[in-house]
């Protein structure tokens, strides 16, 4: 299937456009410091997890002046301290790709939506078999791993989201000018948890 190719302002357009149509309340994983905070409509009741004690003392700052009230969560994605259903909303950009366990993280995340809960997702993904950037992947991902907060550039994160049973609304796989290895895969996924109406 043929992939639109997009430059970075491109994409930071998309994400804006899809992280703003989270309403209620919203779990951001792996929030980083905090740069994702202007998308969000400004009626969200934002919630964010991040392990990295660096980032998260930068996003506790960031999240104050957003005027969100909640202290961001020391924890990691496969373990998140929430009960069951108790969100309406999980977003995460960039974070799928640096989990120990996809599988692990996206049951915790169908575990505290709501039923019918959204999720949106964006990330670059690997490239399709038999592709030359997808060997490129493969060779990097071990060096990527360790030097880039875990990162995996061989993901098939479109696949784990079908797998956790989440159902897509709008996916787009986009292609993103980049240097010095050419275009980056990249997965927006806008879609739902089972059930709900």
């Known amino acids: 299937m043929a992939t639109a190719l997009i430059d970075d302002a ?10 703003g149509r989270v309403r209620g309340r919203v779990l951001e994983i792996g929030a980083g410091d905090g740069e994702n905070f202007g998308a969000f409509d400004p009626g969200v009741e934002w919630q964010g997890l991040e392990p990295d004690a660096k980032r998260r003392a930068e996003l506790a700052t960031r999240a104050r002046e957003w005027r969100h009230t909640a202290t961001p969560l020391d924890a990691r994605a496969e373990s ?20 120990d ?5 996206l049951a ?9 809960g959204r999720v949106i997702f964006v990330d670059h993904v690997v490239a399709p078999p038999g ?3 997808r060997a490129v992947q493969w060779v990097a991902t071990p060096i990527s791993k360790r030097v880039c907060h875990g990162c995996h ?12 049973g989440f159902v ?12 010095p290895f ?9 879609g739902r948890a089972p059930g709900g109406d």
């Open 131 to 133: 592709t030359l950037k």
């Open 108 to 116: 915790e995340v169908r575990r505290i939506l709501v039923p019918g």
């Open 10 to 19: 491109g994409l930071d357009d998309l994400e804006r456009e899809f992280l």
């Open 168 to 179: 897509g609304g709008d996916i787009r796989r986009l292609r993103v000018r980049s240097m």
């Open 182 to 190: 050419g275009p980056v895969p990249m997965l927006l996924f806008d």
């Open 80 to 99: 998140i301290p929430l009960p069951d259903h108790s969100v309406d909303a999980v977003v995460g950009t960039y974070v799928l790709c640096s989990v």
């Open 153 to 164: 550039w061989d993901r098939d994160t479109e696949r784990a989201l079908a797998e956790a």
């Open 101 to 105: 366990d996809p599988a692990a993280a």
